[in-house]
Structure formats: structure tokens, C-alpha cells
């Protein structure tokens, strides 16, 4: 069955330093996401991304957040600057040929920022 | 915006008994109400979902009712079993924007 799948599983920063997160969505699925959980908080939007473009985005996701599909295959959020507030786990999602298809998640990437 | 609410946050049941966990919703736009469950480790796992043009909606042990009225759905586990417990998590979208409620830690005790 095909996943979602997300590199790395760790990953552990110094404050002020830039991450990329990588995710590799289901193959054919159009539509990725990236979202977050705080330990001991929901998970929260951060971005939805489309047709090469950003779709929609939450108040979270500012300047020091961007995102990227570099190939056919891979989608990356990138911190410019992380703060220790950053440190979250962080989860990627897709779904198919609809912006209401169920959206699939991977195994997610535990951001600690120090 | 959207925003969903939970409850009960944690809840612990006996093998065999029936596990019942409710969300609100406040966007009378909101059209898709999926439910996750998440286990130690791993993503959130789809296990059921549920459009607004339904009221109910079963898949062998799970079922989720919606209450478009009051804005409430439920997520419904009968004949609970010891692989049952996880973080379950509603959610509620208008769009592609999924926006969670807080989670339930369900525990089935043997």
C-alpha cells in the first residue's frame, strides 16, 4: 500500500540554524501539507501547496517557513532560522485528485531545537 | 476560523465494552469530518470520515454519526479490543485545510 514517508525521523538543531524537512507524498496524489504538533498540543495547519504554488497558508507559516517541490517526487518545508518554539513534530500529508480527497500522512519528524 | 473541540481527552474502557468520542465544530462551511488514530511512534492513520451529506456512517466496528445542526459529530468503537488503544483525533475541514481537535487517549484495558 503506498505511504507517505518523511526524512529525517530526528532531527536536532541549534537555535538560529536552517532545517529542510523532507517528505515524499504518495505517488499521482497533487495536493501535499505540512502541519505541526506541539508536544501536548493539536496538530495544526501550516501550509497546503499545489500546482507548484502555495494554496493556502496558516498565520504560523511566516517568512522564515518555505516550501518546495525540487523534483517529481520529493516536498521539503524549510526553516530559515529555527527558535526553539519551532521544536515540534512535524508532519507531511497528501492527498489525490481533489482539494477534499482524504488526506494521508507520513510517520511525521521530531524538530528539536536547542 | 475553524475551531473543533474534543472530548474527553483520555478514556479507558474494558475489552469488549463500546468507546464513544465526541467533537464540535464551530464553521457551519465545514463539509468533511475525518477521523485519525495515532499510535506511539507513528502518523496519524485514517480509520473513517464522513461527509456532510451524511448523517452516519459505519465500517465494521467503527461508526461516526453527524449532527450538521448542532455541529457535533462522533466517533463510535464497539467491542473494543486491546489494539483499540491509540490517540484518536477528529478533524474538520472546509476545503483542504484539515483543523483538529485536541485527541482522545483511548485505553482498553484487558
Known amino acids: 500500500e503506498p505511504e507517505v514517508t518523511q526524512t529525517p525521523s530526528h532531527q536536532v538543531t541549534q537555535m538560529g540554524q536552517e532545517v529542510i524537512l523532507r517528505c515524499v507524498p504518495i505517488s499521482n496524489h497533487l495536493y501535499f501539507y505540512w502541519y505541526r504538533q506541539i508536544l501536548g498540543q493539536k496538530v495544526e495547519f501550516l501550509v497546503s501547496f499545489y500546482n507548484n504554488e502555495i494554496s493556502e497558508k496558516s498565520e504560523i507559516f511566516d517568512d522564515q517557513f518555505s516550501v518546495e517541490r525540487p523534483d517529481g517526487s520529493n516536498f521539503t518545508l524549510k526553516i530559515r532560522s529555527t527558535k526553539l518554539e519551532d521544536s515540534a513534530m512535524y508532519f507531511c500529508?497528501?492527498?489525490?485528485?481533489?482539494?477534499?480527497?482524504?488526506?494521508?500522512f507520513g510517520p511525521g519528524t521530531r524538530l528539536t531545537v536547542l | 476560523g475553524e475551531n473543533v473541540e474534543q472530548h474527553p481527552s483520555t478514556l479507558s474502557v474494558q475489552e469488549g465494552d463500546s468507546a464513544v468520542i465526541k467533537c464540535t465544530y464551530s464553521?457551519?462551511?465545514?463539509?468533511?469530518f475525518p477521523w485519525y488514530k495515532q499510535e506511539l511512534g507513528k502518523g496519524p492513520q485514517l480509520i473513517i470520515d464522513?461527509?456532510?451529506?451524511?448523517g452516519e456512517k459505519k465500517d465494521q466496528r467503527i461508526a461516526v454519526t453527524l449532527n450538521k445542526t448542532a455541529k457535533h459529530f462522533s466517533l463510535h468503537i464497539t467491542e473494543t479490543q486491546p489494539e483499540d488503544s491509540a490517540v484518536y483525533f477528529c478533524a474538520g475541514a472546509a476545503g483542504n485545510k484539515l483543523t483538529f481537535g485536541g485527541g482522545t487517549r483511548v485505553l482498553v484495558k484487558p
Open positions: 464553521d457551519s462551511a465545514s463539509n468533511y
Open positions: 500529508a497528501s492527498s489525490g485528485w481533489s482539494s477534499t480527497d482524504t488526506q494521508y
Open positions: 464522513i461527509r456532510s451529506n451524511v
